[in-house]
């Protein structure tokens, strides 16, 4: 990523529910039917606020860690990513939300253990099966108290024996948070990673914005919008 931060924004530059969303290349041309989507079902007025995000596998990952597929390691470049991302979120009048799917869901997870600034992270489809990530969530405190976890009930069944573990670690995921008062939601979607990857996120967001207001909390840390 270069040091200017490349952004694609949707919607009212005055809204005060800003959405910030690390995308690819890949995902330019699903952008829009997200923003829509997210504003049919959240029913407010709101701003999408896409990073570009040029080397993938390096400025999203929080440590270094060896390919699992392709040629590409694993950089640790999410430190600075997320710095610069912060710099989206400086007018504290507003409610900033992050979100992403693949390894930008991940990302978005280890975002909110770094900084209290989000109120709500959302991750679709996220990269959990990412070396000792789940060990990481259980050794620290994330700083939301509003997550969303969503994967396809295929994901699970891939070849690759390090992706393959993704079902149970999202399930721990989703445990740990639970028991730690979290207001957590899994949901599971039908097909595997790459079945309506920008639904799959607008759904995230848009459960987000929705448990806002009218979240109940259990004592397990169960929700209900």
Not at 3 to 15: L, M, Q, R, S
Not at 44 to 60: M, Y
Not at 127 to 142: A, C, H, K, T
Request: proline letters at 4%; a negative charge; glycine letters at 8%.
């Amino acid at each position: 990523m270069s040091e200017v931060i490349n952004t694609i924004k949707y919607g009212d530059p005055g809204a005060n529910i800003v959405l910030i969303v690390p995308v690819g290349d890949h995902e330019l041309s699903g952008l829009e039917k997200e923003y829509e989507y997210i504003c049919r079902a959240a029913a407010t007025g709101l701003q999408l606020t896409a990073v570009i995000i040029d080397d993938w596998n390096r400025e999203l990952s929080p440590w270094k860690a060896p390919a699992v597929f392709g040629k590409n390691d694993f950089g640790d470049g999410a430190v600075k990513t997320l710095r610069k991302l912060l710099s989206l979120t400086e007018d504290r009048n507003k409610t900033y939300y992050i979100g992403g799917y693949s390894l930008a869901g991940l990302f978005a997870l280890w975002a909110a253990y770094q900084t209290d600034v989000f109120a709500g992270a959302c991750a679709a489809s996220p990269s959990v099966w990412f070396p000792v990530f789940v060990d990481y969530m259980r050794s620290g405190e994330i700083r939301t108290d509003k997550v969303y976890l969503s994967l396809g009930d295929k994901e699970e069944r891939t070849k690759n024996p390090v992706m393959a573990t993704v079902g149970n670690r999202i399930r721990e995921c989703y445990d740990w948070l639970s028991i730690n008062n979290i207001c957590c939601m899994l949901e599971w979607n039908e097909g595997n990673h790459f079945k309506d990857p920008e639904l799959r996120t607008a759904k995230a967001f848009a459960w987000l914005i929705a448990s806002a207001d009218t979240i109940s909390r259990s004592t397990t840390g169960d929700c209900h919008v």
